[in-house]
């Protein structure tokens, strides 16, 4: 089959958004999708707009209870019987507080990547990305980690027993995947891998290498914790000396990747300290392990991300330019230290909006990043980490 590779949008999307203070901005999604327009990386053929999950969609995954309380508290001013509802599912929190809207918005995330997932399965393309997607800390019964309705984990159950596959999900934001594993936690038809800043940290203090499945689904699970301040060397090595053991190992029908981008140095929410560099070269892992293992079925999701204007838009571009096999990927790739400027077209419409300078390049001037303390202890604490997790695959 043809590489070929889809872009998904859901217009709901752009609604998902709790409150003008809350870190979680769906602004990253029209910044980055600028960016891949002046880039001349995506237009409008290579564009398929999504439908809202059905509920019946979403009950693969979430409870009926919780769905109807999510629904209550998506009116303007929700009943006072109904805010007794929010404490109970997890929806009063400041990191998750409920929203006019939220049904609707969560679910048109949940049918963005639905689509992704299908039109791969279905073979109408090889390769599919719904950047809105990744919400992977919600959980059957209760929302979390600014998370609702968990898209990926509604995706994977729509094609798995339609198609009979056998899926390998790969979350790479810096937060443990733990809504998408503990929904899988006793399937052995989904693998779900997870590399993350340790729990002992950092939310939602889950995801350690003892955590591999249980029942049916003891196996098909590998967490890789990583040490704060990891630097992109570590955190490649970790990467793919892991995930390419686990997708020989599994050997998956379909690849979901999930591609948070919050373990860059500037997101403020935690504290591993990679650059650009994970997020051009990871994804080029995740291509060919597709390629290698699964006939090139792919889907990417997005996922966390906090530094809207300097890391979102560029790692979030990269994703889709290693999906698309645009030529700004494979150079990058063969000469990372040669500055490759971002489009003046898109600095100069978004820098007057930006708090703060824009970055002008690609990937980060690494020769001015300070290296950090203790980066080979790191490195062998993180080498310790992976190798405990794949040691019996
Ligand atoms: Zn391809
Ligand atoms: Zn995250």
Redesign the pocket.
Request: proline share 0%.
């Given at each position: 089959m043809k590489?070929t590779?889809l872009f998904i949008r859901s217009s709901g999307a752009s609604r998902y958004k709790f409150n003008d203070e809350h870190p979680f901005n769906p602004l990253r999604l029209e910044l980055a999708g600028s960016l891949l327009e002046t880039a001349g990386a995506l237009s409008p053929d290579m564009v398929l707009e999504a439908h809202s999950a059905q509920d019946i969609e979403l009950e693969r995954i979430h409870r009926a209870d919780y769905m109807d309380a999510v629904l209550k508290l998506s009116v303007r001013a929700p009943h006072p019987d109904s805010l007794a509802l929010a404490a109970r599912y997890g929806l009063t929190t400041e990191d998750t507080p409920y929203f006019e809207g939220m049904h609707e918005a969560a679910a048109a995330i949940s049918g963005g990547s639905i689509l992704a997932a299908e039109t791969v399965m279905s073979g109408r393309a090889?390769?599919a990305y719904h950047m809105g997607g990744g919400l992977h800390h919600a959980f059957p019964g209760h929302g979390s980690g600014f998370c609702v309705y968990n898209d990926a984990a509604v995706a994977i159950a729509a094609v798995k027993d339609k198609y009979k596959a056998r899926i390998l999900y790969i979350d790479t934001d810096v937060h443990h995947g733990d809504g998408v594993q503990y929904a899988f936690y006793e399937d052995p038809d989904v693998f779900t891998y997870s590399i993350h800043e340790t729990g002992k940290y950092l939310f939602p203090g889950t995801g350690f290498t003892h955590e591999k499945g249980i029942d049916k689904g003891y196996g098909a699970c590998c967490n890789i914790p990583l040490q704060p301040y990891t630097e992109d060397e570590s955190w490649l090595e970790a990467f793919s000396e892991s995930i390419t053991r686990v997708a020989r190992a599994f050997k998956p029908d379909l690849i979901v990747s999930q591609h948070g981008c919050d373990a860059h140095a500037f997101d403020p929410l935690s504290h591993i300290h990679c650059s650009m560099r994970i997020y051009l070269e990871m994804p080029r892992i995740i291509?060919e392990l597709?390629?290698e293992h699964c006939g090139?079925r792919?889907v990417a999701l997005g996922g966390g991300g906090y530094d809207l204007w300097k890391v979102v838009p560029r790692a979030w571009s990269l994703v889709w330019m290693a999906?698309s096999?645009h030529e700004i990927s494979s150079r990058l790739a063969a000469a990372p230290s040669s500055p490759a400027p971002l489009p003046e077209q898109w600095l100069s419409r978004w820098q007057p909006l930006s708090p703060e300078p824009l970055p002008e390049h690609w990937l980060d001037p690494l020769d001015i990043w300070e290296p950090m303390p203790r980066r080979e202890e790191i490195r062998l604490q993180n080498r310790a980490a992976w190798e405990l997790a794949v040691q019996d695959l």
């Open positions: 590489d590779a090889l390769h291509h597709a390629h090139g792919w999906m096999d």
